[in-house]
C-alpha cells in the first residue's frame, strides 16, 4: 500500500465512523492515529497498519484467500 512517490497511504475506505471505543468501523484507526496519519512517518504509519490488522482480526471482520 503506497503512493507512487513511496509514501504509505491511508487505509481510509470511505467508510467513516467511530464506534464506542473510538475505532473507525471502516478502517479500524483510532480516531487519534486518523488525525495524526499525515504528520507520521512511514515507519509510524507501519506500526499503525499492524494495529489495525489486528483490530480487524479481532472484529472477526477480514477476508481469507484459499
Known amino acids: ?3 507512487p512517490s513511496g509514501t504509505i497511504t491511508s487505509p481510509c475506505c ?3 465512523a467511530l464506534d464506542e471505543d473510538d475505532v473507525c468501523v471502516g478502517c479500524y484507526r ?3 492515529e486518523i488525525t ?3 504528520g507520521m512517518t512511514d515507519e509510524q504509519r507501519k506500526d499503525v497498519l ?3 490488522g489486528e483490530r ?3 472484529a ?3 477476508m481469507t484467500f484459499s
Open 30 to 32: 483510532t480516531g487519534e
Open 14 to 16: 470511505g467508510v467513516c
Open 1 to 3: 500500500m503506497s503512493d
Open 36 to 38: 495524526q496519519w499525515g
Open 56 to 58: 480487524e482480526r479481532s
Open 60 to 62: 472477526g471482520n477480514f
Open 50 to 52: 499492524k494495529k489495525v
